[in-house]
């Protein structure tokens, strides 16, 4: 669904960047970009909060949406997907938007050289999947 949605929020239409990408730049920028694996405030760049990638059910899950369904699945930012919760469009009177950008690819191109930048460290079981699809998609570069 990222790739399909451009990696752009189809509720505000901000760019949002895959989290694993961000994750890899904390490593190579501690200092300047840190991360907090429980994301504690005072401890995290505000990025990782306003720019990560998440998916979002149109029709909630606590409505009734189907948790898998491709066609309930959209990219939203952190922050919408926090305030629409378990609320319809209809109910926050909130368009569905096109992307806007359709080069935009949440800086997954960078994820396989921020890898090999940071020393190649271990990676989660996570992690790799991510780099795998980057890989597969061509966004790496690969």
């Given at each position: 669904?990222y790739?399909?949605?451009?990696?752009?929020?189809?509720?505000?239409?901000?760019?949002?960047?895959?989290?694993?990408?961000?994750?890899?730049?904390?490593?190579?920028?501690?200092d300047?970009?840190?991360?907090?694996?429980?994301?504690?405030?005072?401890?995290?760049?505000?990025?990782?909060?306003?720019?990560?990638?998440t998916?979002?059910?149109?029709?909630?899950?606590?409505?009734?949406?189907?948790?898998?369904?491709?066609?309930?699945?959209?990219?939203?930012?952190?922050?919408?997907?926090?305030?629409?919760?378990?609320?319809?469009?209809?109910?926050?009177?909130?368009?569905?938007?096109?992307?806007?950008?359709?080069?935009?690819?949440?800086?997954?191109e960078?994820?396989?050289?921020?890898?090999?930048?940071?020393?190649?460290?271990?990676?989660?079981?996570?992690?790799?999947?991510?780099?795998r699809?980057?890989?597969?998609?061509?966004?790496?570069?690969?």
């Amino acid at each position: 669904m990222y790739a399909r949605d451009c990696y752009q929020c189809r509720y505000c239409g901000e760019k949002t960047i895959l989290t694993y990408v961000m994750r890899l730049l904390a490593r190579l920028f501690p200092d300047e970009f840190p991360y907090q694996s429980n994301w504690k405030a005072d401890q995290t760049h505000p990025a990782f909060v306003s720019r990560s990638t998440t998916l979002d059910h149109l029709v909630p899950i606590a409505g009734g949406g189907d948790p898998l369904a491709e066609s309930n699945l959209v990219t939203a930012c952190w922050g919408c997907n926090r305030r629409k919760g378990d609320l319809t469009l209809d109910e926050l009177g909130w368009d569905l938007l096109d992307p806007a950008e359709p080069a935009w690819r949440g800086l997954t191109e960078l994820f396989e050289p921020a890898w090999e930048a940071a020393g190649r460290p271990r990676l989660t079981s996570d992690e790799m999947t991510w780099m795998r699809a980057t890989r597969a998609s061509g966004a790496s570069g690969g």
